[in-house]
């Protein structure tokens, strides 16, 4: 009687697990529980096992992170190891610039006697002589056209040796480019100088003559001629970068071709008040001689874009 009342009654029977194993048997528990280490933390989330056993996962340098990189020679040097690589770099471009320069005056005075004889007209019969108004005249006007030749001999090197001091810091690609552009610069700045020597100043000091022929006697002076010659035929090897300018300002998306040709009379102006400005001229002529350069310069960079259709 009392069994039965105590199996019809409202007893619930016993909860099975979830899982399907019998309940309050441990051996039928997924793996082993009394087995399992106790997890040790640093305070920080980190277990203490398995810190030695992972290591952190670094980007590469070589690779873009958040659109920052870092070239595959790069190193940090401390800021004075940097200031005398410098100056050692600097030192040699100066030796050489000294050493050419001392070369220079060995053969000055036939260098002066050159440039004189060919700057004016050949169809002259008598090239006016140089004039000599001050006891250094001619030790200033050697100096100064030996330091031609040195700086022109130093400038090749100054290149290399600023390619040797960037180039750990430089991508591959802008190796190449460096490498490609600034040969260049020296380039046109030797075919600047030659267009100056040939053709430049032969028409500005046939123009002089002309201009002071019959009205005053042709006394040129050693020194204020040089100075132009020097002055003129430095500013062509600088006016004759124009073209790599234009390509380097193209090539970076700093401009287009089609925007240049929409502003060129803006700097055709700028072409001549640059010339009139940096050219010592109170005539005239060698300021316009020069602001035409650099707009033929200008106009057939565009003129070569438009062709190649870059």
């Not at 001549?272 to 400005?277: D, E, I, Q, V």
Request: aromatic share 12%; proline share 8%.
């Amino acid at each position: 009687m009392s069994d039965e009342s105590a199996t019809d009654g409202d007893v619930d029977p016993p909860e099975e697990p979830r899982d399907g194993s019998a309940a309050g048997n441990p051996s039928d528990v997924d793996g082993p529980v009394d087995d399992e280490p106790e997890l040790e933390t640093d305070g920080e989330g980190i277990v203490g096992d398995r810190q030695e056993d992972s290591e952190p996962d670094y980007p590469d340098p070589d690779d873009e992170v958040g659109g920052i990189s870092t070239p595959p020679d790069d190193e940090e040097m401390p800021l004075a190891d940097h200031i005398e690589e410098m100056v050692l770099r600097l030192a040699v471009v100066f030796l050489v610039g000294a050493a050419g320069t001392a070369i220079g005056l060995l053969w000055a005075s036939q260098a002066i006697d050159h440039v004189w004889h060919n700057v004016f007209p050949s169809q002259f019969e008598q090239v006016p002589p140089p004039h000599i108004y001050h006891p250094l005249e001619l030790w200033l006007t050697r100096i100064k056209l030996s330091a031609l030749l040195g700086v022109m001999v130093a400038l090749p090197m100054f290149v290399y040796q600023c390619y040797l001091f960037m180039k750990p810091g430089l991508y591959p690609h802008e190796r190449k480019y460096y490498l490609a552009a600034v040969p260049t610069s020296v380039v046109l700045g030797g075919v600047g100088m030659v267009f100056s020597y040939l053709l430049v100043l032969p028409i500005l000091f046939q123009y002089f003559t002309f201009y002071a022929e019959g009205s005053a006697d042709i006394a040129y002076a050693l020194g204020d001629t040089f100075d132009l010659i020097i002055t003129l035929t430095g500013f062509l090897a600088i006016v004759f970068q124009i073209p790599l300018f234009i390509m380097l300002a193209i090539m970076m998306g700093v401009t287009t071709r089609k925007w240049l040709a929409n502003k060129r009379l803006y700097f055709w102006a700028g072409f001549a008040g640059l010339s009139f400005m940096f050219t010592m001229d109170p005539t005239g002529m060698a300021p316009i001689i020069v602001a035409i350069t650099m707009i033929a310069l200008f106009e057939g960079t565009l003129l070569l874009l438009k062709w190649t259709d870059r």
